[in-house]
Nanobody, 117 residues
């Protein structure tokens, strides 16, 4: 499975961005997908994750009510709509996919999100 993120950039506080993660390869085996982020000097952390059908989602407390994760399975694409962005949301955002057969974990290359105050 190959994952390619896009949509990052520079935005002012209070603004919005929409990240996309396009999957290719063994996509039929993808189960849970998620967005993680890593700020300078900090550990990578879960932002949000979504089940295979899109009906089950989980969010970090810090983004609840501001971010929305979704996926379009026919397009093999996952999204992260980020609203009311804060400077503390600045990080490299990574796409993640878990497969069932074989059981593996895949990562994208990351996309930078910078929120200016």
């Amino acid at each position: 499975v190959q994952l390619v993120e896009s949509g990052g950039g520079l935005v002012q506080a209070g603004g919005s961005l929409r990240l996309s993660c396009a999957a290719s390869g063994n996509t039929f085996s993808i189960n849970v997908m998620g967005w993680y982020r890593q700020a300078p000097g900090k550990q990578r952390e879960l932002v949000a994750e979504i089940g295979s059908g899109g009906g089950s989602t989980n969010y970090a407390d810090s983004v609840k009510g501001r971010f929305t994760i979704s996926r379009d399975n026919p397009k093999n694409t996952m999204y992260l709509q980020m609203n009311s962005l804060k400077p503390e949301d600045t990080a490299v955002y990574y796409c993640n996919a878990q497969t069932v057969i074989p059981p593996s974990l895949y990562w994208g290359q990351g996309t930078q999100v910078t929120v200016s105050s």
